[in-house]
């Protein structure tokens, strides 16, 4: 049984640029959220989706966007990069029962993104 | 707004010994979810336990065990008999049922002496 996995493991770009980061969540889970975790910081909430719409939003900019495919998977873009996106981007997949999914997250192994 | 805080930010133990990370939170919600993760160096956080806030008997997984006090506001995680493999960050994290987001500690480091 495939975990999440997250592609690719780790990237470099400049100030400016624009990223895409992949997630494919683990067999049987419909719900992916994204979260940023920074150098010695626990994860920070970004957004989540559920059936391809983005249901939940933390404290992120706009430059920060999603989709989610109808296979579960997901993307995040960020846009206009800048040093401070630097960190490692984790994806966690879960079952999305209703209007809020209760079920437990599971992680993959994340994305270092390092911008210089 | 929910917060979580692991006043450890470093834990040693001794192999095959016992001990005890530290979560408090701060919530107005009466139900919800209260979560450790573990995070080795290879990066992936892993569930280690999980706690519903509304079962007054506390979790156990193993080696790992909670100690629960929902008035104190308390999560705390117990590891027994710990092994080499049990280095690692540890991440309490709190989810209200109502919201999809987890909220996180900073995170204890535990190293494990042989």
């Known amino acids: 049984d495939a975990g999440v996995t997250q592609s690719p493991t780790h990237l470099i770009k400049t100030r400016g640029q624009q990223v895409t980061l992949r997630c494919s969540p683990k067999?049987?889970?419909?719900?992916v959220s994204w979260y940023q975790q920074a150098l010695g910081q626990g994860p920070q909430f970004i957004f989540q989706?559920?059936?391809?719409?983005?249901?939940q939003r933390g404290n992120f900019p706009d430059r920060f966007s999603g989709h989610q495919f109808p296979n579960y998977s997901s993307e995040l873009n960020v846009n206009a990069l800048w040093l401070g996106d630097s960190a490692l981007y984790l994806c966690?997949?879960?079952?999305?029962?209703?209007?809020?999914?209760?079920?437990?997250?599971?992680f993959g192994p994340g994305t270092r993104l390092t911008v210089l | 707004a929910q917060t979580v805080t692991q006043s450890q930010p470093e834990m040693s133990v001794q192999e095959a010994e016992t001990v005890t990370l530290s979560c408090t939170y701060d919530?107005?919600?009466?139900?919800?979810?209260l979560f450790w993760y573990k995070q080795p160096p290879s990066r992936q956080m892993i569930l280690v336990i999980r706690?519903?806030?509304?079962?007054?008997q506390n979790a156990t997984e193993n080696r790992f065990s909670v100690n629960f006090q929902k008035a104190a506001k308390s999560f705390s995680l117990k590891i027994s008999d710990s092994q080499l493999g049990d280095a690692a960050m540890y991440f309490c994290?709190?989810?209200?049922?109502?919201?999809?987001?987890?909220?996180f500690g900073a995170g204890t480091r535990l190293t494990v002496k042989p």
């Open positions: 966690a997949s879960s079952i999305g029962r209703g209007a809020s999914g209760t079920d437990t997250q599971y």
């Open positions: 994290a709190y989810r209200s049922p109502n919201n999809n987001d987890m909220r």
């Open positions: 989706y559920y059936e391809e719409e983005e249901r």
């Open positions: 067999s049987g889970h419909d719900t």
């Open positions: 919530t107005s919600e009466s139900d919800y979810y």
């Open positions: 706690q519903e806030a509304y079962k007054q």
